[in-house]
């Protein structure tokens, strides 16, 4: 693979430059989102809401992948970083009315804290080009 094969997105929050990466990265057939939080620049959205942070949060990881020319259709994965398992419904409920009709894999997990306190939800995208162009 060449690095011409190779996109990045960046969503302009204060980690990805902090931290050095991208918000998604498209490497042939596959695009990855990184862990997609409910913050848009320093304001959180949802604050205490675990099921608006899901909301905002998977808009945003949507929003990465469709600079890229794909929609949820292409989702084959998502990966739910929650800070309680008592958020397990509310956010599988956020997670329905985006993905009901695509049914990508998920992965459910409880952890033990994030980079902000505030924060509730994270989650991550891998979706699939197919025969789309780079």
Same mark, same amino acid.
């Given at each position: 693979?060449?690095?011409?094969?190779?996109?990045?997105?960046?969503?302009?929050?204060?980690?990805?430059?902090?931290?050095?990466?991208?918000?998604?990265?498209?490497?042939?057939?596959?695009?990855?989102?990184?862990? /997609?939080?409910?913050?848009?620049?320093?304001?959180?959205?949802?604050?205490?809401?675990?099921?608006?942070?899901?909301?905002?949060?998977? /808009?945003?990881?949507?929003?990465?992948?469709?600079? @890229?020319?794909?929609?949820?259709?292409?989702v084959v994965r998502t990966r739910i970083h929650l800070s309680h398992q008592r958020d397990v419904d509310e956010v599988g409920r956020a997670h329905k009315e985006f993905f009901?009709?695509?049914?990508?894999?998920?992965?459910? @997990?409880?952890?033990?804290?994030?980079?902000?306190?505030?924060?509730?939800?994270?989650?991550? @995208?891998?979706?699939?080009?197919?025969?789309?162009?780079?």
């Open positions: 693979m060449t690095s011409d094969a190779v996109r990045r997105v960046q969503s302009g929050t204060p980690w990805e430059e902090t931290f050095g990466f991208a918000r998604a990265v498209a490497a042939g057939d596959r695009v990855l989102v990184a862990g /997609t939080t409910a913050f848009k620049g320093d304001v959180l959205y949802g604050e205490g809401d675990p099921y608006e942070q899901a909301k905002v949060s998977f /808009t945003s990881a949507l929003d990465a992948i469709a600079e @890229l020319g794909l929609g949820p259709e292409s009901d009709a695509v049914r990508p894999v998920a992965t459910v @997990l409880v952890v033990d804290g994030f980079v902000d306190p505030r924060i509730l939800v994270s989650v991550e @995208l891998e979706a699939y080009r197919g025969a789309v162009d780079s």
